[in-house]
């Protein structure tokens, strides 16, 4: 009988995931320098074999350590692997109560992207939307538990232009 960690390449995946939460199959593929094929394999293989759960929305299947997060957290952990949410969670750290305006002019997409992504996080709770007049305010819901996310699990690490900005994040509470 095989055991499930006896193959080096089931290993590699596993612990990446555990690093690296709400990965899909191609990253995987891509961080280990391995063909698509073989990953999903092995994908397959440990999720059969209840190590790893495979969540699928939004045009993904993300993969997760079976039993270690919540639907909450994988669903902000999705959220955050990818670019440009992300890069508004960072500016909302820093700019509690931003306007749309402000994010636009840092984040620099287009509107209506910058509008899908702002609802994306609203209905996941990420952030929170605070109308002012004419005017709407945005600020992280829960910023100790996004914080928290984001350094325990860094979904910027694979990010070029966000590799570096994140120094200055500190877990909540410390001093």
Request: hydrophobic share 35%.
């Given at each position: 009988?095989?055991?499930?960690?006896?193959?080096?390449?089931?290993?590699?995946?596993?612990?990446?995931?555990?690093?690296?939460?709400?990965?899909?199959?191609?990253?995987?593929?891509?961080?280990?320098?391995?063909?698509?094929?073989?990953?999903?394999?092995?994908?397959?293989?440990?999720e059969?074999?209840?190590?790893?759960?495979?969540?699928?929305?939004?045009g993904?299947?993300?993969?997760?350590?079976?039993?270690?997060?919540?639907?909450?957290?994988?669903?902000?952990?999705?959220?955050?692997?990818?670019?440009?949410?992300?890069?508004?969670?960072?500016?909302?750290?820093?700019?509690?109560?931003a306007?749309?305006?402000?994010?636009?002019?840092?984040?620099?997409?287009?509107?209506?992207?910058?509008?899908?992504?702002?609802?994306?996080?609203?209905?996941?709770?990420?952030?929170?939307?605070?109308?002012?007049?004419?005017?709407?305010?945005?600020?992280?819901?829960?910023?100790?538990?996004?914080?928290k996310?984001?350094?325990?699990?860094?979904?910027?690490?694979?990010?070029?232009?966000?590799?570096?900005?994140?120094?200055?994040?500190?877990?909540?509470?410390?001093?």
């Amino acid at each position: 009988m095989v055991e499930i960690f006896d193959i080096d390449t089931r290993k590699q995946i596993f612990n990446l995931i555990a690093k690296n939460p709400g990965l899909h199959a191609k990253r995987i593929a891509e961080l280990l320098g391995m063909q698509g094929q073989l990953a999903d394999y092995h994908l397959l293989f440990l999720e059969r074999n209840n190590m790893i759960s495979a969540v699928r929305e939004e045009g993904y299947t993300r993969y997760y350590i079976k039993g270690k997060l919540g639907i909450r957290e994988r669903r902000r952990i999705a959220i955050l692997r990818q670019e440009v949410p992300l890069k508004i969670v960072r500016y909302l750290i820093d700019h509690p109560h931003a306007q749309q305006k402000d994010i636009h002019e840092h984040i620099q997409v287009a509107k209506s992207t910058l509008n899908y992504h702002l609802k994306k996080l609203l209905s996941h709770q990420i952030i929170d939307m605070q109308p002012r007049g004419k005017e709407k305010y945005y600020e992280i819901t829960d910023k100790n538990e996004i914080i928290k996310l984001l350094i325990q699990y860094k979904p910027y690490s694979r990010i070029e232009s966000l590799k570096d900005t994140w120094t200055d994040l500190k877990w909540p509470g410390a001093p």
